[in-house]
């Protein structure tokens, strides 16, 4: 008889145990999937643990319960290499998530539901680097912040992104692992392919918010997964980003940057610029003038929708979202049909996707004095159709569905607007580029603002021939001093006294704990209750770590629920290990880098 432990490949929440203990009368292979059943229903795991009865009696004895046996094994040799099960657990440690939704990751959909499709090819398995007896291709992963519009050009080299069908996932994950693909390029979801042997770890944009994966679970930091990877199999990092994030430059400078383009940086004041209007006077001759010499020009404005805000003029009440503390943009949809041109106002909510109709009058006084302010892609796509009637234009944001030429879509255009999306084309150029609302981006309330303004103004400046123009109210910070100097050394140092002042990453580790409810009550009621654990807990053992007190989150409510946020600075990793256990399972735990 033998002590199998396995990973369910679900979600069990932290701080339960990852690992459920069962036993078999045959000895089961580390990384080979088997069925198990809890609570009546059955899942797949990855067996992480194999180990003959006799030699566990103690623990055995010890145990608060009985144990059960496995129900069947799917695959009985391991689908995984040993590396990526040692990539999987320190994700699950280090960004607290649950150990079986990261091995999800690693483990094909489609494998699960067609084991039969299993081809085991006599692997060897080692903690380090993983080889084949039958082929040993040097790997490289190309690894990119989004699905860059591009052409392959060599049958070697495959491109992983999270949008593949669960059998082409599969495929791929397959031709990687026999060493039958070179070179791979992709976005995350390429972290959790089986390299057989992978040599290189090429990292593009480093700073891109794309490498987080906010929007999905286990949240992680891709460059952070990829440094990892990186020791585990022996792969060499290769940095190719225009700008290195924090930790990077601490480490080794401005050695990651050399022969920056030296643009023409215009700051352009918008003191005396009229309401209502989108260009300075300064702007507009600018855009005229590459208009009547065909000249390409990209405005860059990292809004969506016609305006930003309805208001009401008598009472300044503006149209709130039913599901989130945020406040509806102003939306028009155009749809031209074979003779008749419709347009139609709504308002959006960016978040939850709410959608209604404009009102006609204030909800709050009842007065129609409802009007636009502030602007957004749309609304400057209009302005330039009205100044410019016969200028051929496109508007690229997230949602565009593009040809894999990037540079033939943009032939022929005189004005390109877009938002961050415009970063996924690759080695493009405008005779001028303009920014139209970096003080928003800059303005907002998070300790990287600064650094993430920064970084997009630097990829903005290198896609500029000739001028790049900033509209702006505040000429002197050191975002655009720097941009004008072109001296990203100037900012970066700049930003890093900041934060050692502040005490921020990377100079000390951060932590966001976030609860969220229906009922806005109970959600106070969590958030205080843990707060208090938490500092009891503090005092007791005399960490060292600063728990701030609780406070309702940026966006208050999201979805329709309540949330509240509790920031602890740890002090080292010991004590984020130590404190993080006592985190209840329904709170939200975020490692802020």
Not at 2 to 24: A, D, G, M, W, Y
Not at 353 to 362: A, G, R, S
């Amino acid at each position: 008889m033998f002590l199998i432990k396995v990973v369910p490949l679900t979600n069990i929440p932290r701080p339960n145990s990852q690992e459920i203990s069962f036993f078999s009368s045959r000895k089961l292979n580390i990384g080979s999937l088997t069925e198990i059943k809890m609570r009546n229903k059955k899942y797949p795991g990855l067996v992480l643990y194999c180990d003959t009865i006799k030699h566990q009696k103690i623990a055995l004895r010890r145990a608060s319960f009985a144990l059960k046996p496995i129900e069947y094994s799917i695959i009985d040799e391991p689908v995984l290499f040993l590396y990526q099960i040692e990539l999987a657990k320190w994700i699950s440690e280090y960004y607290f998530t649950s150990l079986g939704i990261v091995l999800k990751k690693f483990v094909p959909l489609y494998l699960i539901k067609n084991p039969d499709k299993f081809v085991f090819k006599n692997f060897k398995f080692t903690i380090g680097r993983s080889t084949s007896n039958s082929k040993n291709t040097e790997q490289v992963l190309y690894l990119y912040p989004m699905k860059y519009v591009r052409n392959l050009n060599s049958e070697s080299e495959i491109e992983l992104s999270s949008r593949l069908s669960l059998k082409k996932e599969f495929d791929l994950f397959s031709k990687i692992k026999n060493g039958e693909i070179s070179e791979i390029r992709g976005v995350k979801s390429a972290l959790f392919a089986p390299y057989n042997n992978l040599k290189k770890i090429v990292i593009y944009e480093e700073l891109d918010q794309s490498h987080i994966s906010w929007d999905q679970k286990p949240h992680y930091n891709a460059i952070k997964v990829a440094k990892k990877l990186a020791k585990l199999t022996g792969a060499i990092i290769e940095n190719k980003s225009s700008l290195p994030c924090l930790s990077s430059y601490l480490a080794i400078g401005n050695s990651l940057l050399n022969n920056q383009k030296n643009n023409n940086v215009k700051l352009v004041d918008l003191q005396n610029l009229s309401y209502g209007d989108i260009f300075t006077k300064n702007i507009f001759d600018v855009l005229r003038k590459n208009y009547q010499e065909k000249k390409s020009t990209l405005i860059y404005i990292n809004r969506k929708g016609h305006s930003r805000l309805v208001v009401c003029r008598d009472c300044g009440f503006m149209p709130q979202c039913i599901n989130c503390s945020i406040t509806l943009t102003y939306h028009i949809l155009r749809k031209q049909s074979f003779l008749v041109k419709t347009i139609k106002p709504y308002l959006l909510c960016h978040y939850c996707l709410y959608k209604t109709d404009v009102p006609k009058i204030c909800d709050k006084c009842g007065y129609h004095n409802l009007g636009l302010f502030g602007f957004g892609a749309q609304q400057v796509e209009q302005k330039l159709k009205e100044l410019f009637s016969e200028a051929k234009i496109l508007y690229i944001d997230s949602e565009t569905k593009t040809a894999n030429n990037e540079q033939g879509i943009m032939n022929n255009k005189h004005f390109i607007i877009a938002t961050s999306a415009i970063f996924k084309f690759k080695a493009l150029e405008f005779y001028t580029v303009v920014a139209l609302a970096p003080d928003l981006e800059l303005n907002f309330p998070d300790y990287n603002a600064s650094l993430n303004t920064f970084f997009n103004l630097w990829r903005l400046k290198k896609l500029a021939k000739n001028d790049f123009l900033i509209q702006t109210y505040i000429k002197e910070n050191i975002v655009y001093n720097a941009l004008e100097k072109n001296n990203y050394k100037l900012f970066y140092d700049n930003e890093l006294k900041e934060r050692k002042a502040l005490n921020y990453p990377p100079f000390i580790e951060m932590i966001k704990l976030t609860f969220s409810h229906k009922s806005q009550k109970k959600a106070l009621n969590e958030a205080k209750i843990l707060h208090k654990k938490l500092e009891y807990i503090k005092d007791k053992k005399k960490l060292n770590t600063k728990i701030f007190d609780f406070m309702p989150a940026l966006i208050y409510k999201l979805k329709g629920k309540f949330r509240y946020e509790i920031i602890i600075k740890i002090g080292n990793k010991d004590v984020k290990k130590y404190l993080l256990q006592f985190i209840p399972f329904n709170w939200e735990v975020d490692i802020l880098e």
